[in-house]
């Protein structure tokens, strides 16, 4: 349970920042227009839904917990790009981070989510962990994000660092989480014999 609970951190707290808290903090503090930051956000998540089944996909062949651990340390490695990127003034900018931190990071992230948390519970307790996890998780990082972000910009003069320390932060949170999970080992057909691959 509670390595959902760590796992979910990394996949929950930054969709809230980049679609959420992201939408206040352009608007009111970097000049942007509303539309333009809801358009970036709604080009993103466009972009992440076509490829959340191609990082499902691939993650069948080279494994979940690699997939997951690739999208959270590229999630920990933007934070601070990412705040740079929006504050250059350019609508331009603003679109691109927003692309590569919500439509292209983050899918291979929330991609492999549930398959892995599916193989983590034995049959028996499977949805009921699963849904705990995965719910509880959600609350105590995606709810608390956005006001978590407000606050720490009030706290440090509108300051975008602890804002980008706290990603990382969710990331590292998660890649601790995760460590403990053991890659499934899963048959795989080669030349007419089953052999096993990670």
Request: positive net charge; aromatic residues 12%.
């Amino acid at each position: 349970m509670l390595i959902t609970i760590g796992a979910k951190v990394v996949e929950t707290a930054p969709f809230y920042i980049f679609s959420t808290f992201i939408v206040s903090y352009a608007t009111s503090t970097l000049g942007f227009s509303r539309s333009a930051v809801l358009g970036s956000v709604m080009v993103s998540t466009a972009i992440t839904t076509i490829l959340i089944p191609i990082m499902g996909s691939l993650s069948d062949r080279v494994g979940r917990k690699k997939m997951y651990i690739a999208g959270t340390l590229a999630m920990m490695a933007f934070a601070f790009p990412y705040f740079w990127m929006i504050h250059q003034g350019s609508v331009l900018m603003l679109v691109l981070a927003t692309i590569i931190g919500l439509g292209i990071i983050w899918a291979p992230i929330t991609a492999v989510l549930g398959t892995m948390f599916s193989e983590i519970f034995d049959a028996k307790v499977r949805y009921t962990g699963v849904s705990l996890g995965y719910q509880i998780g959600a609350a105590v990082a995606g709810g608390t994000a956005p006001l978590v972000a407000t606050a720490l910009l009030a706290s440090f003069d509108n300051s975008y660092v602890p804002v980008a320390l706290y990603i990382m932060f969710t990331a590292l949170v998660s890649l601790i989480a995760i460590w403990a999970v053991k890659s499934r080992v899963e048959p795989t057909v080669i030349t007419g014999k089953i052999s096993s691959a990670k």
